[in-house]
């Protein structure tokens, strides 16, 4: 896969610091452009002249840095209006190949589990999202939030075979440029939606998952990740993916908007959005 574009708004008086040296791990990988953006919310500024100055300056010096990374179009913005808004219109104009997202901004409030600009990106946006996750020390100082590092030092792809999880698939092969050191596939026969199933049907669901399993491991092998693991099991979907992240710690999850299950009429379904809000982890959400 080759990444085209990546369009990361970011928030220079909360976590945007927090979150360049993850922008510039993503950089590294190989984007041909990149469009920074931070938008002023009308809602909480009076529009001061010298602010707007303070955040280009801002802003052109993070552009320096992504440059450094290999990135030769590097674009700025700062805009006025209502962020996801803003961030959504750009994402439908020209439509990027990742959107790159800190899990807060501004407001920083730990008790949260998103925050809200983010949220309504997550449940409108029809691009690709990374949500870097923030974590909060205390409410609203910037200097108390913190980011993992090693974005993709260790990856957890959720798969259940439907179209959004395998679109997942050249994501995972782009990020194997950052050698990563395991991947774990993932997949959970998920007992919801197997109560009426008999044993033998279950066993034959687990026989066919086995093989789809085997077949992504030998592709993802090939891309040089050193090694490469298959969990297969059976329970409850949302709880055992957070029982495998306790124990394997992934660095990022990498998983559909929506399984085969989900509402047509819904951009995510209800195992991604448990998932991105209750996850330690970064989380690509692929659409």
Request: proline content about 5%.
């Amino acid at each position: 896969m080759k990444m085209k574009s990546m369009l990361v708004p970011l928030e220079i008086h909360g976590a945007g610091a927090v979150m360049v040296p993850a922008v510039e791990e993503i950089a590294r990988l190989g984007i041909e452009r990149a469009d920074l953006l931070y938008v002023i919310n009308i809602r909480e500024t009076a529009g001061d002249p010298g602010l707007y100055t303070h955040d280009q300056e801002v802003m052109n010096e993070w552009k320096n840095r992504i440059q450094a990374c290999g990135v030769k179009d590097v674009n700025v913005e700062v805009a006025k209006g209502i962020p996801w808004i803003e961030i959504l219109e750009r994402a439908e104009g020209k439509l990027p190949s990742l959107i790159v997202m800190g899990s807060h901004g501004r407001s920083l409030i730990p008790r949260m589990l998103l925050g809200s600009t983010t949220e309504s990106v997550l449940h409108h946006v029809t691009a690709p999202l990374l949500v870097l996750r923030l974590t909060i020390m205390k409410s609203g100082d910037p200097d108390t939030c913190t980011i993992r590092q090693g974005l993709f030092r260790r990856v957890l792809y959720l798969t259940d075979f439907s179209g959004p999880a395998e679109r997942c698939i050249p994501f995972i092969e782009w990020l194997a440029g950052a050698k990563p050191e395991q991947l774990v596939i993932m997949h959970v026969q998920d007992t919801r939606r197997l109560w009426t199933a008999t044993q033998k049907q279950i066993a034959e669901f687990n026989h066919k998952d086995a093989g789809r399993l085997a077949e992504l491991k030998k592709r993802f092998e090939s891309t040089g990740i050193p090694q490469v693991v298959t969990e297969l099991v059976t329970g409850n979907a949302i709880d055992e993916i957070l029982a495998v992240e306790d124990s394997f710690a992934p660095t990022i999850i990498v998983m559909g908007a929506k399984g085969r299950t989900s509402s047509v009429s819904s951009l995510l379904g209800g195992v991604t959005e448990a998932i991105v809000h209750r996850a330690k982890a970064h989380v690509l959400v692929a659409r």
